[in-house]
């Protein structure tokens, strides 16, 4: 079965269509078709039961063959339809999980919001005070530049200092 068609919503419709393959198959007394449609049944859900009131028993009889005979390869699909269910719990729980820590990280993100307290911080440069403090003392001259420890003088040519 080719697994593009083998999803939740089409696993009833095509367990359906596969057993009434299988017993036209065998209606139409065509064993081999009937053990191979049987057998697709059977991978599809190992556990399968026909309606005993829906089914002839000698169909039921060639089901209940095939079933022992690929009992082995049965088993093994049971073992991984449990272990993909089981993987599917898991990640439903991790996404509950994790949706659960959003939930509670928004709600903390919520609170803290409402405690939020404004507060300015001013910066000022000491150059921004010094002019501060003299506007408010009435000085309106400029701010005299510090005088740098070097002069400015006419560099001798590179030829002198050589």
Known sequence: MPARLHTARMAPWLRRGV????LA??????????????????????????????????AIKLFEEVKKKHADSLALIRQQIALREEQQR?????????KALE?????R?????????????????????????RLRLGVTSPIPQPKSCYTQTESPP?????
């Open 158 to 162: 590179i030829s002198a200092i050589r």
């Open 19 to 22: 057993c009434l393959f299988a």
């Open 103 to 107: 939930e509670a990280e928004r709600r």
């Open 109 to 133: 993100l919520e609170e803290l919001t409402r405690n939020v307290q404004v507060k300015v911080i001013e910066k000022r440069s000491l150059i921004a005070m010094a002019m501060l403090s």
């Open 90 to 98: 898991r990640e439903a729980a991790e996404t509950e999980r994790r």
């Open 25 to 58: 198959a065998f209606n139409l007394g065509s064993r081999d078709a009937a053990d191979r449609h049987f057998l697709q049944l059977l991978q599809l859900n190992p556990d399968y039961v026909l309606d005993p009131f829906a089914v002839p028993p000698p």
